[in-house]
């Protein structure tokens, strides 16, 4: 493991004892270090308490579920979450990713799988290498990569780590056409997942950057093959 996770502050958030001990107990051996909420109103006071640079959050929790904790969470301030549920359902799994979720993990689970995610997530909070610094924009749209922050047309957007990371790969490539295979791999550093994470978090992106997210001016749907980045006008 890279060094820099050492240290990283985790809130492990589910109401089965057993998950919460045993992905604690992974993470703490990575290094990390970890608190534990058993619901909302608990995972909410210990974040406010130590604000944490990642939560595992189950999605079926008590009362508050998981999609009001993230609500709740992202009001106060930015803070990567990856979602866990039980369920197999899709549109549970979408529905975790547009609330903000950067990523989610279906029950059962390998633990270990877990801990590469989180460092997968946290990999992307840090700064980038020098090389990739440069600020970048095109058509009212800035982003700063090395102070990750990204505005249009001079207000500063409210992105996610994913939204930010996908807008600033379609402004290094613009004009090109990438699938959603290949944008999971370049953008999220993986090489299988479910790619409705990508479709979610394009609409997503759309419904930030664009005038009309319905007739997207920027990140074209090219039909059969994926999504490009026009700078001008264009048809979807």
């Known amino acids: 493991m890279e060094q820099q996770s050492y240290g990283a502050r985790v809130l492990v958030v589910d109401d089965d004892p057993t998950v919460a001990e045993v992905v604690s107990g992974y993470l703490d051996r990575a290094g990390y270090v970890v608190d534990r909420a058993g619901d909302g109103p608990d995972a909410l006071a210990r974040a406010t308490a130590h604000w944490p640079d990642l939560v595992v959050l189950d999605l079926m929790l008590p009362g508050m579920d998981g999609l009001e904790v ?21 549109d549970d799994r979408i529905l975790g990713l547009e609330v903000g979720a950067d990523d989610y993990v279906t029950k059962p689970f390998s633990p270990r799988e877990l801990v590469l995610r989180v460092e997968s997530v946290l990999r992307r909070t840090r700064p980038v290498p020098q090389q990739s610094t440069d600020s970048l924009g095109a058509a009212g749209l800035t982003v700063d990569p090395a102070a990750r922050r990204a505005a249009r047309n001079g207000d500063e957007l409210a992105l996610t780590i994913r939204e930010f990371d996908l807008l600033a790969f379609f402004l290094r490539h613009p004009g090109r056409a990438f699938s959603r295979e290949e944008l999971m791999r370049e953008v999220w550093g993986w090489d299988f997942g479910d790619l409705s994470t990508v479709t979610v978090h394009v609409r997503r992106l759309r419904g930030k950057v664009e ?26």
């Open 211 to 236: 005038d009309d997210p319905a007739r997207p001016r920027f990140i074209q749907t090219v039909w059969g093959v994926g999504y490009r980045f026009d700078a001008g006008d264009g048809e979807v």
């Open 70 to 90: 993230c609500r709740r969470m992202r009001v106060r301030g930015p803070v990567p979450v990856i979602m866990l549920t039980a369920r197999g359902d899709e």
